[in-house]
Nanobody
Framework: QVRLEESGGGLVEAGGSLRLSCAAS????????MAWYRQGPGKERELVAS???????NYADSVKGRFTISRDNAQATVFLQMNSLKPEDTGIYYC???????????WGQGTQVTVSS
């Protein structure tokens, strides 16, 4: 069992920054590729950024150049640094495995990010 807990969200003005954290507990040795997802109001959940266990990252086109994903394997924590935030970045942000190959876990509560214009 792996438990995921997201934190760091909040209300920020457009152009601002936030840093999200995802702390994993339990059988953290199972963590491979990890990703951040978000679900905007009335939208489907989408993958925002992913990172391999070795640190190679990929990003959705909508966040390239603004968001940076990183991880601390020793602490079983994944981070998402979000800069130059836009109102369309508003949503609930979750972390989970990056693909069926990496494995998925039970979804956490997520952390709310609200960007005001």
């Amino acid at each position: 069992q792996v438990r995921l807990e997201e934190s760091g969200g909040g209300l920020v003005e457009a152009g601002g920054s936030l840093r999200l954290s995802c702390a994993a507990s339990g059988m953290t040795s199972r963590l491979n590729g990890m990703a951040w997802y978000r679900q905007g109001p009335g939208k489907e959940r989408e993958l925002v950024a992913s990172i391999t266990r070795g640190g190679s990252a990929n990003y959705a086109d909508s966040v390239k150049g603004r968001f940076t994903i990183s991880r601390d394997n020793a602490q079983a924590t994944v981070f998402l640094q979000m800069n130059s935030l836009k109102p369309e970045d508003t949503g609930i942000y979750y972390c989970n495995g990056a693909s069926p190959y990496d494995g998925y876990f039970s979804w956490g509560q997520g952390t709310q990010v609200t960007v005001s214009s």
